[in-house]
């Protein structure tokens, strides 16, 4: 119900951006997000935002990092996306998009996609 995709190698300084397909029960749910896990590290919360479009970024990623999200209700597809520029080494992770329910700082998760690889090389 959650299909990740665009992750890749990019230099730093680049950009790229993930998106994120929600279909089903998930298309309409209240807050989506993506986190990232770094090898070795735990999952950390990136961006989140909500059905009337409110948003939050992680502090490491504000004004670096975009996330957007469209819904398209005749086919109840619900794409978000991740814009991310001026890429840093240290933005390398598996990232996940995730949609779920409460705060959009802490949202409970019920729904995660796969994770899509974003490597940042130096």
């Known amino acids: 119900q959650l299909q990740a995709s665009g992750g890749g190698l990019v230099q730093a300084g680049g950009s790229l951006t993930l998106s994120c397909v929600a279909s089903?029960?998930?298309?309409?749910?209240?807050?989506m997000g993506w986190y990232r896990q770094a090898p070795g590290m735990g999952r950390e919360l990136v961006a989140t935002?909500?059905?009337?479009?409110?948003?939050?970024?992680?502090?490491s990623v504000k004004g670096r990092f975009t996330v957007s999200r469209d819904v398209v209700k005749v086919n109840a597809k619900n794409t978000m996306y991740l814009r991310m520029s001026s890429l840093r080494p240290e933005d390398t992770a598996v990232y996940y998009c995730?949609?779920?329910?409460?705060?959009?700082?802490?949202?409970?998760?019920?729904?995660w996609g796969q994770g899509t690889l974003v490597t940042v090389s130096s």
């Open positions: 089903g029960t998930v298309y309409s749910i209240g807050v």
């Open positions: 995730s949609a779920g329910y409460g705060q959009i700082e802490r949202p409970t998760m019920d729904y």
């Open positions: 935002i909500t059905t009337n479009i409110n948003t939050y970024y992680a502090d």
